[in-house]
Protein backbone atom coordinates (compact mmCIF):
# COMPACT_ATOMS: atom_id res chain seq x y z
CA UNK A 1 0.00 0.00 0.00
CA UNK A 2 1.64 3.26 -1.17
CA UNK A 3 1.40 6.33 2.02
CA UNK A 4 0.15 9.51 0.49
CA UNK A 5 3.34 11.90 -0.26
CA UNK A 6 3.66 13.53 3.59
CA UNK A 7 7.16 16.27 2.05
CA UNK A 8 8.24 17.26 -1.07
CA UNK A 9 11.85 17.67 -1.42
CA UNK A 10 13.08 20.60 -4.15
CA UNK A 11 16.36 20.24 -5.49
CA UNK A 12 17.18 22.77 -8.39
CA UNK A 13 19.84 21.74 -10.93
CA UNK A 14 22.16 24.02 -12.62
CA UNK A 15 25.44 22.49 -13.74
CA UNK A 16 25.07 19.81 -11.08
CA UNK A 17 25.66 16.27 -13.20
CA UNK A 18 28.74 15.86 -11.62
CA UNK A 19 27.44 15.74 -7.71
CA UNK A 20 23.40 15.47 -7.79
CA UNK A 21 23.31 11.59 -7.36
CA UNK A 22 24.91 12.50 -3.65
CA UNK A 23 22.48 14.95 -2.97
CA UNK A 24 19.79 12.49 -4.08
CA UNK A 25 20.92 9.56 -2.25
CA UNK A 26 20.85 11.52 1.26
CA UNK A 27 17.15 12.62 0.31
CA UNK A 28 16.36 9.21 -0.63
CA UNK A 29 17.23 8.03 3.58
CA UNK A 30 14.64 10.07 5.19
CA UNK A 31 11.96 7.73 7.11
CA UNK A 32 8.92 9.58 5.51
CA UNK A 33 6.68 9.24 2.44
CA UNK A 34 7.42 12.19 -0.02
CA UNK A 35 8.64 12.68 -3.26
CA UNK A 36 12.16 14.60 -4.70
CA UNK A 37 11.79 17.01 -7.33
CA UNK A 38 14.21 17.99 -9.90
CA UNK A 39 14.15 21.54 -11.44
CA UNK A 40 16.63 21.94 -14.00
CA UNK A 41 17.76 25.47 -14.36
CA UNK A 42 19.41 24.78 -18.28
CA UNK A 43 18.62 22.91 -21.25
CA UNK A 44 20.53 20.14 -20.20
CA UNK A 45 17.94 17.23 -19.64
CA UNK A 46 17.98 15.21 -16.22
CA UNK A 47 15.03 12.84 -16.88
CA UNK A 48 17.58 9.75 -16.53
CA UNK A 49 17.72 10.82 -12.76
CA UNK A 50 13.75 9.41 -12.44
CA UNK A 51 14.75 5.98 -13.40
CA UNK A 52 16.67 5.98 -9.83
CA UNK A 53 13.27 5.55 -8.15
CA UNK A 54 10.10 6.42 -8.35
CA UNK A 55 9.83 8.67 -5.61
CA UNK A 56 11.50 11.24 -7.93
CA UNK A 57 10.32 13.32 -10.69
CA UNK A 58 12.11 15.44 -12.97
CA UNK A 59 10.79 18.37 -14.51
CA UNK A 60 11.63 19.38 -18.00
CA UNK A 61 14.52 21.93 -18.76
CA UNK A 62 14.30 25.21 -19.66
CA UNK A 63 15.89 27.30 -22.45
CA UNK A 64 18.49 29.49 -20.47
CA UNK A 65 18.91 29.37 -16.97
CA UNK A 66 16.69 31.80 -14.53
CA UNK A 67 17.82 31.12 -11.38
CA UNK A 68 17.79 29.08 -8.10
CA UNK A 69 14.47 31.19 -7.19
CA UNK A 70 12.68 30.51 -10.56
CA UNK A 71 13.42 27.28 -10.78
CA UNK A 72 12.44 26.30 -6.64
CA UNK A 73 9.03 27.71 -8.16
CA UNK A 74 8.68 25.43 -10.64
CA UNK A 75 8.67 22.75 -8.32
CA UNK A 76 6.80 24.40 -5.74
CA UNK A 77 3.75 24.62 -8.36
CA UNK A 78 3.62 20.81 -8.82
CA UNK A 79 4.82 20.01 -4.82
CA UNK A 80 2.32 17.29 -3.76
CA UNK A 81 3.76 17.05 -0.12
CA UNK A 82 2.26 18.83 2.94
CA UNK A 83 5.55 19.91 3.96
CA UNK A 84 8.58 21.59 1.57
CA UNK A 85 12.06 20.93 2.02
CA UNK A 86 15.09 22.50 0.10
CA UNK A 87 17.64 20.74 -0.56
CA UNK A 88 20.47 22.15 -2.95
CA UNK A 89 22.12 20.02 -5.86
CA UNK A 90 25.48 19.92 -3.66
CA UNK A 91 24.53 19.35 -0.29
CA UNK A 92 23.45 16.75 1.55
CA UNK A 93 21.33 15.73 4.69
CA UNK A 94 21.75 13.59 6.87
CA UNK A 95 19.82 10.22 7.81
CA UNK A 96 16.11 10.86 9.05
CA UNK A 97 16.86 14.85 8.39
CA UNK A 98 12.66 15.11 7.65
CA UNK A 99 12.24 12.27 10.06
CA UNK A 100 12.83 14.31 12.79
CA UNK A 101 11.79 17.77 11.69
CA UNK A 102 8.68 16.93 10.30
CA UNK A 103 6.84 16.33 13.26
CA UNK A 104 8.37 19.49 15.12
CA UNK A 105 6.66 21.53 12.04
CA UNK A 106 3.94 19.53 12.08
CA UNK A 107 3.42 21.86 15.28
CA UNK A 108 5.08 25.10 14.86
CA UNK A 109 4.75 25.76 11.40
CA UNK A 110 8.22 25.12 10.48
CA UNK A 111 11.46 23.21 12.03
CA UNK A 112 15.17 23.80 11.65
CA UNK A 113 17.86 21.76 12.22
CA UNK A 114 21.46 21.99 12.32
CA UNK A 115 23.84 23.61 9.44
CA UNK A 116 27.01 21.98 9.41
CA UNK A 117 29.11 24.20 6.94
CA UNK A 118 32.35 22.16 5.34
CA UNK A 119 34.54 22.16 2.64
CA UNK A 120 34.04 20.12 -0.84
CA UNK A 121 36.16 17.37 0.91
CA UNK A 122 34.04 17.34 4.12
CA UNK A 123 36.07 18.53 6.75
CA UNK A 124 33.65 21.07 9.19
CA UNK A 125 34.77 24.87 8.85
CA UNK A 126 31.72 26.20 11.50
CA UNK A 127 28.21 24.94 12.19
CA UNK A 128 25.14 27.00 12.71
CA UNK A 129 22.80 26.04 15.71
CA UNK A 130 20.69 28.26 17.94
CA UNK A 131 21.94 28.90 21.79
CA UNK A 132 18.69 28.84 23.24
CA UNK A 133 17.26 25.42 21.85
CA UNK A 134 14.90 27.40 19.55
CA UNK A 135 15.74 29.15 16.34
CA UNK A 136 14.78 32.93 16.13
CA UNK A 137 16.59 35.80 14.90
CA UNK A 138 19.50 35.65 16.97
CA UNK A 139 20.19 32.28 15.61
CA UNK A 140 20.00 34.02 11.95
CA UNK A 141 21.70 37.29 12.81
CA UNK A 142 24.75 35.16 13.37
CA UNK A 143 24.38 32.36 10.44
CA UNK A 144 25.61 34.02 7.32
CA UNK A 145 24.64 30.97 5.78
CA UNK A 146 21.72 29.17 4.36
CA UNK A 147 19.52 27.34 7.40
CA UNK A 148 17.15 26.21 5.70
CA UNK A 149 13.92 24.98 7.52
CA UNK A 150 11.13 22.43 6.78
CA UNK A 151 7.82 24.35 6.50
CA UNK A 152 4.11 23.02 6.38
CA UNK A 153 2.09 24.09 3.51
CA UNK A 154 -1.51 25.61 5.01
CA UNK A 155 -3.95 25.74 2.26
CA UNK A 156 -4.08 28.98 1.36
CA UNK A 157 -0.32 28.89 0.17
CA UNK A 158 -1.06 26.25 -2.25
CA UNK A 159 -2.48 29.14 -4.33
CA UNK A 160 0.94 31.12 -4.46
CA UNK A 161 1.59 33.20 -1.59
CA UNK A 162 4.35 30.96 -0.87
CA UNK A 163 7.52 31.46 -3.46
CA UNK A 164 11.06 32.16 -3.22
CA UNK A 165 11.98 35.48 -4.74
CA UNK A 166 13.78 36.42 -7.73
CA UNK A 167 17.12 37.57 -6.02
CA UNK A 168 20.49 36.30 -4.26
CA UNK A 169 19.79 34.81 -0.60
CA UNK A 170 15.79 34.20 -1.59
CA UNK A 171 16.46 31.14 0.32
CA UNK A 172 17.32 32.99 3.50
CA UNK A 173 14.05 34.98 2.96
CA UNK A 174 11.92 32.32 3.07
CA UNK A 175 12.98 30.71 5.93
CA UNK A 176 12.96 33.76 7.80
CA UNK A 177 9.55 34.60 6.30
CA UNK A 178 8.64 31.22 7.44
CA UNK A 179 9.87 31.97 10.79
CA UNK A 180 8.00 35.32 11.15
CA UNK A 181 4.87 33.14 10.12
CA UNK A 182 5.80 31.29 13.03
CA UNK A 183 6.05 34.32 15.52
CA UNK A 184 9.58 34.57 15.23
CA UNK A 185 10.74 31.55 17.42
CA UNK A 186 10.69 27.65 15.98
CA UNK A 187 11.64 24.09 17.30
CA UNK A 188 14.79 22.81 17.03
CA UNK A 189 16.56 19.52 16.54
CA UNK A 190 20.54 19.16 16.91
CA UNK A 191 20.82 16.17 15.17
CA UNK A 192 19.03 16.49 11.92
CA UNK A 193 22.18 17.82 9.61
CA UNK A 194 21.60 19.80 6.75
CA UNK A 195 25.32 19.50 5.06
CA UNK A 196 26.18 22.45 3.53
CA UNK A 197 29.25 22.13 1.59
CA UNK A 198 31.46 24.99 -0.13
CA UNK A 199 32.09 23.53 -3.41
CA UNK A 200 35.09 25.26 -6.05
CA UNK A 201 33.64 26.94 -8.92
CA UNK A 202 29.78 27.32 -7.49
CA UNK A 203 28.36 30.50 -7.91
CA UNK A 204 28.36 31.58 -3.95
CA UNK A 205 32.58 31.00 -4.14
CA UNK A 206 33.16 33.40 -7.31
CA UNK A 207 34.58 36.84 -6.21
CA UNK A 208 31.45 38.40 -8.01
CA UNK A 209 29.20 36.94 -5.68
CA UNK A 210 30.00 39.68 -2.94
CA UNK A 211 29.16 42.43 -4.70
CA UNK A 212 26.03 40.70 -5.98
CA UNK A 213 24.93 39.66 -2.62
CA UNK A 214 25.73 43.14 -1.15
CA UNK A 215 23.12 44.58 -3.56
CA UNK A 216 21.04 41.99 -2.81
CA UNK A 217 20.72 42.38 0.88
CA UNK A 218 19.75 45.95 -0.38
CA UNK A 219 17.04 45.01 -2.06
CA UNK A 220 15.96 42.48 0.62
CA UNK A 221 15.64 45.30 3.00
CA UNK A 222 13.67 47.16 1.31
CA UNK A 223 11.20 44.23 0.22
CA UNK A 224 10.78 43.45 3.74
CA UNK A 225 9.99 47.36 4.62
CA UNK A 226 7.84 47.67 2.22
CA UNK A 227 5.53 45.20 3.14
CA UNK A 228 6.25 43.20 -0.22
CA UNK A 229 7.14 40.09 1.78
CA UNK A 230 4.78 37.82 3.98
CA UNK A 231 6.97 39.08 6.65
CA UNK A 232 3.99 40.35 9.79
CA UNK A 233 4.51 44.07 10.02
CA UNK A 234 5.27 43.56 13.65
CA UNK A 235 8.36 41.72 12.77
CA UNK A 236 9.73 43.40 9.57
CA UNK A 237 11.88 45.41 11.96
CA UNK A 238 13.45 41.61 13.12
CA UNK A 239 14.00 40.62 9.72
CA UNK A 240 15.45 43.44 8.26
CA UNK A 241 17.92 43.53 11.22
CA UNK A 242 19.20 39.96 9.85
CA UNK A 243 19.79 41.11 6.67
CA UNK A 244 21.28 44.25 8.22
CA UNK A 245 24.16 41.86 10.02
CA UNK A 246 24.48 39.74 7.30
CA UNK A 247 25.41 42.94 4.91
CA UNK A 248 27.86 44.37 7.69
CA UNK A 249 29.88 40.49 7.59
CA UNK A 250 29.87 41.04 4.18
CA UNK A 251 31.41 44.45 3.92
CA UNK A 252 33.93 43.37 6.74
CA UNK A 253 35.12 40.09 4.76
CA UNK A 254 35.54 42.33 0.82
CA UNK A 255 37.44 44.56 3.09
CA UNK A 256 40.02 42.16 4.67
CA UNK A 257 40.51 40.60 1.28
CA UNK A 258 40.83 44.25 -0.34
CA UNK A 259 43.34 45.83 2.52
CA UNK A 260 46.49 46.37 1.27
CA UNK A 261 49.63 44.96 2.29
CA UNK A 262 47.22 42.35 4.68
CA UNK A 263 44.58 40.98 2.52
CA UNK A 264 44.20 37.76 1.24
CA UNK A 265 42.71 36.79 -1.60
CA UNK A 266 42.28 33.06 -0.91
CA UNK A 267 40.89 33.65 2.39
CA UNK A 268 37.15 32.31 2.00
CA UNK A 269 33.80 34.24 3.32
CA UNK A 270 32.95 31.00 5.93
CA UNK A 271 36.75 30.86 7.42
CA UNK A 272 36.79 34.71 8.02
CA UNK A 273 33.12 34.29 9.90
CA UNK A 274 34.59 31.52 11.93
CA UNK A 275 37.21 33.66 13.19
CA UNK A 276 35.52 36.60 13.03
CA UNK A 277 33.13 35.11 15.40
CA UNK A 278 35.96 33.44 17.74
Not at 34 to 51: G, K, N, Q, S, T
Not at 154 to 165: K, L, N, S, V
Amino acid sequence: MRHPILASIIIAAHQAREFIHEAIASALMQGVPMEIIVAPDEPHDYADLAALDPRIRVLEPVARPTGAGPARNRALAVARGRFIALLDADDLWSPDYLARLVPLAEAAGVAFGRTAIATWEGRVIREVRPASGRADYATFSTAFASFHGVVRRDPGERCGARHWQDVPAEDVLFDLESLALAGGSAPYDDTAIYHLRQRPGSVTQGDAFIGDIATAYDRLISLVESGGTLVPPDQRADVAAVFRAWARMNARFEAARQKPGRGNSSLTYQQFVKTFLA
